[in-house]
């Protein structure tokens, strides 16, 4: 069974690949170059808009929000955590998880159950989701950090269940294995809980400052993944950041960062993910 699954993700991840590489052949340059942060950063500072396409923020679904702050502490820590979700958008996207019937993230032929499971229509069909992706504080925050237009690259809603580790390696490895996503020269994710996520109830992990200040080791490995133990000897116990808050609470993150999920242990997880990029691959 094991060696079936790790065939089936090898699968998924080379289809994928296959698929982004034949769509536009400069994905193949980025995904081996934007590892590089000198590159990442060159490459940034070449394709930069003149100005950027800033929006008025009067109408953010988040008046009290500082956006310097947040940018600030973006390109210094690589994550900051100081978003809530308005009651009646929380209060929407629950609702559609409880109508809509979330699609499990595993091969068909597998009889155990999923440890995810997602929304494909969450992004089109929720009008909250549709507010919050074109929120302007939203947009701000991912233009300065990002340098240029951003684009949206996806909205998802996603459960994490209570599911062991060995389960979830097999199934989730996002969820138990420190990496770092390769999607753009620059991306950025917001996330939200929707339940609420203590330590037992399956945290966003951040390894701060990781997006700048990665060892070249870990820039020129071929897999975006590290072990807890590499990490940790690496960056040390004071970076480990676990994100936790009730539901409603958000951060947002350059996925450069070192970060994983963690495999709820007493109560599954409910959480929205907004992703932009730079350029759609
Ligand atoms: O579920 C999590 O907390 C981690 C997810 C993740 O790695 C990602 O969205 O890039
Ligand atoms: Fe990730």
Redesign the pocket.
């Known amino acids: 069974m094991t060696e079936s699954l790790s065939r089936w993700r090898r699968h998924s991840r080379l289809a994928r690949y296959w698929r982004y590489a034949r769509r536009n052949p400069a994905w193949i340059a980025m995904f081996v170059l934007s590892r590089f942060r000198s590159v990442s950063n060159w490459v940034v500072s070449v394709t930069r808009p003149p100005t950027l396409p800033l929006l008025p923020e009067e109408a953010s679904l988040f008046p009290e929000l500082d956006v310097d702050a947040v940018v600030a502490e973006l390109r210094q820590v690589g994550c900051s955590a100081q978003l809530r979700l308005p009651a009646d958008i929380l209060g929407e996207m629950l609702s559609f998880a409880t109508t809509e019937e979330p699609l499990p993230v595993k091969p068909k032929w597998l009889v155990r159950p999923a440890v995810r499971a997602f929304y494909p229509t969450f992004g089109e069909e929720c009008g909250a989701a549709r507010r919050l992706a074109s929120d302007a504080k939203i947009h701000n925050i991912a233009a300065r950090y990002l340098e240029s237009e951003p684009m949206l690259k996806s909205a998802?809603l996603?459960w994490?269940f209570v599911g062991d580790r060995k389960t979830y390696r097999e199934l989730?490895p996002?969820?138990t294995i420190f990496?770092y996503?390769l999607a753009d020269y620059r991306v950025l994710?917001f996330?939200f809980y929707l339940t609420d996520v203590d330590a037992n109830s399956?945290?966003?992990?951040c390894i701060r400052s990781s997006h700048t200040r990665k060892h070249w080791k870990h820039q020129f490995a071929l897999f975006a993944k590290q072990s807890d133990r590499e990490i940790y000897e690496a960056y040390g116990r004071e970076n480990w950041w676990e994100i936790v808050g009730p539901a409603g609470f958000g951060f947002v993150e350059d996925?450069y960062c070192f970060?994983?999920?963690?495999p709820p242990v007493n109560c599954p997880?409910l959480?929205v993910?907004l992703?932009f990029t730079r350029h759609q691959y």
């Open positions: 998802r996603g994490c989730a996002a969820q990496h996503d994710k996330f399956g945290p966003h992990v996925v970060h994983r999920g963690t997880r959480m993910k992703t």
